[in-house]
């Protein structure tokens, strides 16, 4: 059965690095999305993606994070400039059409020291 | 705002009773989900409710949907250790973001 995939499994940073999170969708998906979940908390939206382009953001998706489709395969979530704050369990998710269900991705456990 | 909200946020139950979760949003919706997140894992799609009355069963868990009232019940029959986990309902907005409750943590003790 697809899966969405997500790498690396835990990243540990310093504050101020660059993070790249990977995700590869389920192949003959078309939108994608990335949420966050700070550790004991909700699960929240921070940006959907279509056609090479964002669709929508959140609140919390500022300059400093930044999404691409490098290749037919993979999607990443880049983080520019690391705060301790952004430490939380990052989550890739997938669907045929946005009104379709989302498959999310074991997710990325970011830690920033 | 758009506002999901679960209750109860913890729930300690012992096994064979049941008992179940309410999850509320503002706004209209044409789907609801509900997931279950073991600690430290991802999301697993538990159900997914379509329709005004809608109402899934998959084994001790049954699920329903009332978009009038804009509530969803999570109920659990006879509950077992197994199903010990952090349930959270979503809804499905414009552009088809999913805005998340705060999760109930389950606690099934024998």
């Known amino acids: 059965e697809p899966e969405v995939t997500q790498t690396p499994s835990h990243q540990v940073t310093q504050m101020g690095q660059e993070v790249i999170l990977r995700c590869v969708p389920i192949?003959?998906?078309?939108?994608f999305y990335w949420y966050r979940q700070i550790l004991g908390q909700k699960v929240e939206f921070l940006v959907s993606?279509?056609?090479?382009?964002?669709?929508?953001k959140s609140e919390i998706f500022d300059d400093q994070f930044s999404v691409e489709r490098p290749d037919g395969s993979n999607f990443t979530l880049k983080i520019r400039s690391t705060k301790l704050e952004d430490s939380a369990m990052y989550f890739c998710?997938?669907?045929?059409?946005?009104?379709?269900?989302?498959?999310f991705g074991p997710g990325t456990r970011l830690t920033v020291l | 705002e758009l506002k999901v909200e679960q209750n109860p946020l913890f729930l300690s139950m012992q096994e064979g009773k049941n008992y179940t979760i309410y999850c509320n949003y503002s706004?209209?919706?044409?789907?609801l989900y509900w997931y279950r997140q073991d600690p430290g894992k991802s999301l697993e799609s538990l159900f997914v409710?379509?329709?005004?009355?809608a109402v899934k069963q998959e084994g001790r868990l049954m699920a329903s949907l009332d978009t009038k009232a804009r509530l969803s019940t999570l109920h659990i029959t006879a509950a077992v250790h197994d199903l010990s986990a952090t349930y959270f309902c979503?809804?499905?907005?414009?552009?088809?973001?999913?805005?998340f409750g705060q999760g109930t943590e389950l606690s099934v003790k024998p």
């Open positions: 998710a997938s669907s045929s059409d946005r009104a379709y269900e989302q498959f």
């Open positions: 192949s003959n998906h078309l939108y």
């Open positions: 993606f279509y056609n090479n382009e964002i669709s929508e």
């Open positions: 706004t209209t919706s044409d789907r």
């Open positions: 409710l379509l329709s005004n009355g």
């Open positions: 979503a809804v499905v907005i414009q552009g088809g973001k999913l805005i």
